[in-house]
């Protein structure tokens, strides 16, 4: 079957004002938020009018909690230094076949990691887990999709956005031939056996494309087959010694899947023929993502300078053999790990055959490019 997405076109809820993706040719949508039917009228129909529209006369019921989607991070306008804000987004697949372990856990320690490094504001992230009790944030298809579209809603130079997720990564074959490797990459949501996956086309669409100039979005991807996840063009290819260059991923076809002007660059926690562990390797006693385990400890250990420092270290830990972590830095971010994965001394057991990936919407040198959030 042939895929392509189209930046998608957007319309608000008529009730919520919850950003919709519109169905190609629809004249109606119904907001899966909050209920409400917004009808689009078609402009060869309805003669310009200088009076508003009439208001609806649908009430819709109003939900238990308030949706977090029908608006922008609170607090004060963007400035110089724009604003930050972040979806984290950890399943555990809890009594299926699927469980893992860790990626709670992953989702806790990144929220820490935002709030107290990189001084995020606590009520500019959005978390999406099973532990959640609204269910709008529970990591279901639908609301993961929302949740994307409100990470990039609005957004304005200077603002620094992020988007981490732990959970299953899988992929499917590709028919449009925009894939070098010839697959799509896909995250797997809570539900995503009854509702399907989220396709790296549709993520490049919602997130990557329509992202405007000053703006800067990065993705911690924790997840099998993740390397290529948000189908940016370039991709950099690094040996075991550092020696890295800039692999080349525009599609044949020529679509164009970079930004709309703004900066975009992702980690991933293995190249996309390869599977992310949820081990306890890095615990005697609990599980974690080893990628997201080994980001927080590169940033807490000092090798947070530049890009290329971060990529190295993550991938000079999961190789390593009998390593310890009696000694993480002594940062507090570790200083949370030690409680969540109760400190215990790691052996990586011989190293685990994945290798964190790093692409971007441009290539840059990831020596001398500083890593900041």
Not at 9 to 34: F, K
Not at 75 to 87: C, L
Request: proline share 9%.
């Amino acid at each position: 079957m042939y895929h392509n997405y189209p930046p998608p076109m957007l319309v608000n809820c008529s009730s919520c004002r919850t950003p919709l993706q519109l169905p190609h040719g629809a004249r109606s949508i119904r907001c899966a938020i909050c209920q409400a039917v917004t009808n689009i009228a078609d402009p060869r129909s309805v003669p310009p009018s200088s009076q508003p529209p009439a208001p609806s006369t649908h009430t819709p019921p109003p939900p238990s909690s308030p949706s977090p989607y029908n608006h922008a991070p609170p607090g004060a306008p963007p400035h110089a230094h724009g604003r930050k804000r972040a979806v984290i987004c950890g399943i555990s697949y809890r009594y299926s076949r699927h469980e893992l372990k860790g990626c709670i856990n992953d989702a806790k320690c990144m929220r820490y990691l935002l709030v107290n490094k990189f001084k995020f504001p606590e009520d500019s992230i959005l978390m999406l887990t099973e532990e959640e009790t609204d269910p709008y944030r529970l990591p279901t298809k639908q609301n993961m999709r929302m949740a994307l579209y409100w990470l990039v809603q609005g957004c304005q130079p200077g603002d620094s956005l992020l988007f981490h997720y732990s959970g299953h990564g899988s992929r499917q074959r590709n028919y449009n031939g925009d894939e070098v490797d010839g697959y799509d990459e896909t995250l797997c949501p809570l539900d995503f056996e009854t509702q399907g996956m989220i396709v790296d086309d549709e993520i490049n669409a919602t997130m990557v494309r329509p992202l405007p100039h000053g703006v800067k979005l990065h993705a911690i991807i924790d997840a099998c087959h993740s390397g290529t996840i948000l189908d940016l063009p370039f991709l950099c290819r690094m040996n075991r010694v550092g020696q890295y260059v800039w692999e080349d991923h525009r599609p044949a076809s020529g679509l164009w899947k970079g930004t709309s002007g703004g900066e975009v660059i992702s980690f991933s926690g293995c190249d996309d023929d390869q599977t992310s562990a949820d081990t306890s390797a890095l615990s005697k006693i609990t599980s974690t993502g080893a990628m997201t385990y080994c980001f927080i400890q590169a940033i807490e250990r000092g090798h947070g300078a530049t890009y290329g420092s971060i990529l190295s270290a993550m991938r000079n830990a999961i190789r390593s053999v009998g390593s310890s972590a009696g000694d993480l830095g002594g940062g507090a971010v570790t200083s949370l790990i030690s409680m969540l994965l109760t400190g215990g001394s790691v052996g990586l057991g011989g190293g685990l055959r994945q290798e964190p990936q790093l692409t971007a919407c441009e290539p840059f040198d990831v020596y001398t490019k500083p890593f900041s959030l």
